[in-house]
């Protein structure tokens, strides 16, 4: 989840003028090694769909940065928003807390208990406050107590262990 947030940010910094100068650059050189024309950006912009002789009304500059690379950071910050929009997110969060490696570090209850709420058929009010209190006991059990559940090394090793230890 963290480097789908690192991604959306990266890719609005990409918006900014310095940035888009260091991809341009970047691009140049590219072009250059690869003995590829690169546009004078001040130009106008001439649409291969249009005649030569009826140019755009707008430079190089501002078709390739508005009309294409602005339009690609927007169409690829939509498909990250789509696809780990904020149930997914907490879905997902919810998952990664029960990871028992590092003695169930990320282990939270609170982001557990927000993934349950995204199952309100399968838990009311009361099966929601019972869970909460099975979960702190869980996690002492299983941190403090129960030797077996030491050196797990993923969810895999988690569901074998808890069914041998009848504590699923």
């Known amino acids: 989840m963290i480097l789908a947030q690192v991604t959306k940010k990266r890719l609005q910094t990409l918006r900014r003028d310095d940035e888009w ?43 390739y940065r508005v009309d294409v690379f602005c339009k690609v950071l927007d169409w690829q910050v939509q498909e990250l928003n789509d696809r780990f929009n904020e149930v997914t997110t907490d879905l997902l969060h919810g998952v990664a807390c029960l990871n028992p490696i590092d003695p169930f570090s990320s282990f939270d209850i609170r982001k557990i208990m927000k993934m349950v709420e995204l199952y309100p058929d399968d838990f009311d009010e009361f099966r929601m406050s019972a869970l909460e209190n099975q979960l702190a006991s869980y996690i002492i059990d299983v941190h403090d107590f129960d030797e077996r559940f030491s050196n797990l090394n993923g969810l895999s090793d988690l569901s074998k262990i808890l069914v041998k230890t009848k504590k699923h």
């Open 21 to 63: 100068g260091l991809f341009v650059d970047k691009v140049s050189i590219f072009c250059i090694k690869h003995d590829i024309l690169v546009p004078n950006f001040d130009d106008l912009y001439v649409n291969s769909g249009r005649s030569r002789r009826k140019p755009a009304d707008y430079t190089a500059f501002h078709h």
